[in-house]
């Protein structure tokens, strides 16, 4: 009786790779009945916040009770605030105090109305100066008495007058603008700046020492005129 030949090594090897092959196509088949995976989508992140835009930069003529005398239809001073001016910071406050031929108008009211004609007053610029230095103050020029025969500093001539008038400015005239009424007691610094006739000006205000120690600068072009003994005292902190 003749016996099956024996199975050899070849035909092993090819049954072991048909049964790996027939095992790989299942599961192949398997992982293609599957539903792919989810893909997960990152949120978007947050936008940033818009930054504010800071506030423009303002300029208004006042009519005062406390300004150095009644002039009509012309503002007894005028205020301006550079661009970006925080009102809820300590205040600082820049005087302008023109000379004789000058006025509040022309050295701070550029663009704003003439009272004489209505046109745009063409000014000398000292606004537009001030907010090239970036600083967060006010920039106020008083009107002086220029009308032949009255005494140029008019009230200002008495003590307590010029810190009267700083206390109209704030507490009542920009009360809206500076988030309420405010005082000298808001006020972290004074700078007096001086021309001409204005030196005089200064010298009187320094004299009378009605600020509570707050001007710390002095600005004089041709405009000492004979104080040079009350500047020295200031400087030295007062005698």
């Not at 072991?16 to 989810?38: D, I, N, T, Y």
């Not at 009770?65 to 301006?80: I, K, Q, S, W």
């Not at 006025?103 to 209505?118: C, F, K, V």
């Not at 072009?221 to 030295?236: N, Q």
Request: hydrophobic content about 40%; glycine content about 12%.
């Amino acid at each position: 009786m003749r016996s099956l030949p024996r199975r050899t090594n070849l035909g092993r090897a090819v049954f072991v790779l048909l049964v790996a092959w027939s095992f790989g196509c299942a599961k192949s088949r398997r992982a293609e009945a599957r539903p792919p995976a989810a893909v997960r989508v990152p949120s978007p992140a947050p936008a940033s916040p818009v930054p504010p835009r800071p506030p423009e930069a303002w300029t208004e003529a006042l009519e005062l009770e406390h300004g150095v005398a009644d002039f009509g239809r012309f503002p007894e001073a005028v205020v301006h605030a550079p661009r970006g001016f925080d009102a809820s910071a300590p205040l600082h406050l820049v005087f302008v105090l023109h000379g004789a031929g000058g006025s509040a108008l022309l050295w701070a009211g550029n663009r704003l109305p003439d009272p004489n004609t209505g046109e745009p007053v063409i000014g000398w610029g000292g606004e537009v100066r001030h907010d090239m230095v970036g600083s967060n103050s006010l920039f106020i020029a008083p009107q002086f008495e220029i009308r032949g025969g009255r005494r140029y500093l008019g009230r200002f001539a008495n003590r307590g007058a010029f810190r009267a008038f700083i206390d109209e400015v704030l507490g009542d005239k920009l009360a809206r603008r500076l988030g309420g009424p405010r005082s000298l007691r808001d006020v972290a610094s004074v700078t007096l700046i001086g021309s001409s006739a204005g030196g005089p000006a200064i010298a009187n205000l320094i004299n009378q020492d009605d600020l509570d120690g707050r001007v710390q600068n002095v600005v004089l072009f041709d405009a000492i005129y004979g104080s040079e003994s009350i500047y020295a005292r200031w400087l030295r902190g007062g005698d």
